[in-house]
């Protein structure tokens, strides 16, 4: 069979009742993690010699909304330096102009990477970022209501972010061409066309994770929702 490569991470908090050195100190410990999981990533690519027609997925909560981030943390990515990365480089620039973590993500993976490119699965699918904390609705009169309470700090209601995703990491062209079979002998082309392994189109949805627990206020296993996407072999 075909090989099926998965990542399943979660990352540092941030949370918008913290002092700002607090929050600033959150966003440190997650760019490390990134670096950690991109130096993962690209071993795993040197170690399996992951080809264009296998399955590598990268998914969970990476605590990085994709729809907005509050002050503090806009103002702390316009001054972070980055370790490996040199100060007035055009890298670290474009890194600080990230609009937030999320674009920060993005950019950080791909820069001086030619052997990987990420695809947000849900987010290719539908055209939108999922919402997966914070979630809310309207009563009847037109009020916001917390869709959960429980988990969730109070503070946070209604924050309507996307943290949660699922990414498929897929090899380069470039890295594609450059790649040799085990028995040492001319590089092999691989086509994506050739995969028997792949993201059903349009699967890709929000798990709510809703469970009343009778006797307790809890109605949902998480204050996250989760992503779900069905795969096809063939």
Known sequence: ????????????????????????????????????????ILTIFSKFHVKRQDMFVMCGDFNMDALYMNKPIK???????????????ADLIKLRESENLYSF???????????????????????????????????????????????TD???FFNLEALD??????PTAKYSKSI?????????????????????????KIEKFKHKIEGTPVTQLSDHFGISCRIQIE
């Open 165 to 170: 995703y699922i990414f498929v990491i897929k």
């Open 105 to 151: 993500f993005i950019n950080f993976m791909m820069m001086n990477n030619d052997k990987f490119e990420l695809e947000n699965v849900y987010y290719n699918q539908h055209n939108e970022f999922p919402i997966t904390y914070g979630e809310l609705h309207l009563d009847s009169k037109n009020n916001r209501v917390q869709e959960e309470t429980y988990l």
């Open 75 to 89: 103002e702390y990515i316009k001054s972070v330096s980055v370790e490996g990365v040199k100060e007035g480089s």
């Open 180 to 204: 040799k079979d085990t028995s040492g002998k001319n590089p092999r082309v691989y086509n994506q066309k050739e995969s028997r392994i792949k993201m059903v189109p349009k699967s890709s």
């Open 1 to 40: 069979g075909k090989p099926l490569l998965l990542i399943d991470i979660h990352v540092q908090a941030t949370y918008n009742f913290d002092p700002d050195a607090i929050q600033a100190m959150t966003v440190v410990v997650r760019q490390q993690q990134f670096n950690i999981l991109k130096q993962w």
């Open 154 to 156: 109070e503070e946070e």
